[in-house]
């Protein structure tokens, strides 16, 4: 029986590989979302714990100079929890982008491997006939031998 050679291999094996970097690309943009994320819920506890700390001061003597530092860093850490945010946000855009380059990759390749099945399945059903065929001569052969 001679080999399956599928006439679409080596573009088969290509789209394998490029399935395979954009299985990486997505995981990456997963791991830089979730560092994203990381950094925020950092920043909400530092937010936290400084607010803790400003009421803590607040319940004995204000110091104005005390209370001006406290409030100057609330509102810095406010506006670097607005920008992580849209960091966030950017990181998802990201990891959609990703996904959706990994849905076309994976199609394309199960396009082929649907493709190279069905060659596969075409190839077994004629070398099922071929063989059928010559087992059918082998014994038409040997019936005329015998008639003569």
Do not use: C
Request: charged share 35%; proline share 1%; glycine share 4%.
């Amino acid at each position: 029986m001679p080999k399956f050679n599928f006439r679409l291999q080596s573009y088969l094996g290509l789209k394998n590989k490029i399935e395979d970097q954009r299985k990486q690309e997505y995981g990456r943009a997963i791991s830089a979302l979730e560092r994203e994320r990381g950094r925020l819920a950092e920043m909400e506890t530092q937010r936290a714990e400084t607010l803790s700390s400003f009421k803590t001061d607040l319940s004995g003597s204000v110091n104005p100079g005390q209370a001006r530092l406290h409030n100057n860093f609330l509102v810095w850490l406010k506006e670097s929890i607005k920008i992580q945010t849209g960091r966030i946000r950017d990181a998802e855009a990201e990891v959609e982008i990703r996904r959706a380059a990994l849905t076309e990759a994976m199609k394309q390749r199960k396009m082929l491997d649907t493709l190279r099945d069905k060659d596969y399945s075409d190839f077994i059903h004629e070398q099922n006939l071929a063989e059928q065929k010559a087992a059918d001569e082998t014994v038409s052969f040997r019936h005329g031998d015998r008639e003569n």
